[in-house]
């Protein structure tokens, strides 16, 4: 069975950063391309990024670009979120999902396995 579970997050405030990763049991993480992506309240879920299963590529939302950054540990088996110069607007519960693709995009319809979420918010 397939399971993500995400930690990492927490209260931060503006400008910090906070790191979150995604721990994949009962697979291997390197042939899939693994999605982040977060929902705030009243809002729908959204693409954050997502890393591609081969070459390392990489996706990020426009708002994200620049700020945050995916990456694989294959030896961990896991896929980090680095985030910095976090805003208020970032508050939400973050998640990982992984699809069974090759090269990642940030379409929600693409990832059958989702983890449970981990609530980061950004607040002074």
């Known amino acids: 069975q397939l399971q993500l579970v995400e930690s990492g997050g927490g209260l931060v405030q503006p400008g910090g950063s906070l790191r979150l990763s995604c721990a994949a049991s009962?697979?291997?993480?390197?042939?899939?391309?693994i999605g982040w992506f977060r929902q705030a309240p009243g809002k729908e879920r959204e693409g954050v990024s997502c890393i591609s299963s081969v070459g390392g590529l990489t996706n990020y939302a426009d708002s994200m670009k620049g700020r945050f950054t995916i990456s694989r540990d294959n030896d961990k088996n896991t896929v980090n979120l680095q985030m910095n110069s976090l805003k208020p607007e970032d508050t939400a519960v973050y998640y990982c999902?992984?699809?069974?693709?090759?090269?990642?995009?940030?379409?929600?319809?693409?990832?059958?396995?989702w983890g449970q979420g981990t609530q980061v918010t950004v607040s002074s």
């Open positions: 009962g697979f291997t993480l390197d042939y899939y391309a």
């Open positions: 999902a992984a699809a069974p693709v090759r090269l990642c995009v940030l379409l929600l319809s693409l990832y059958g396995s």
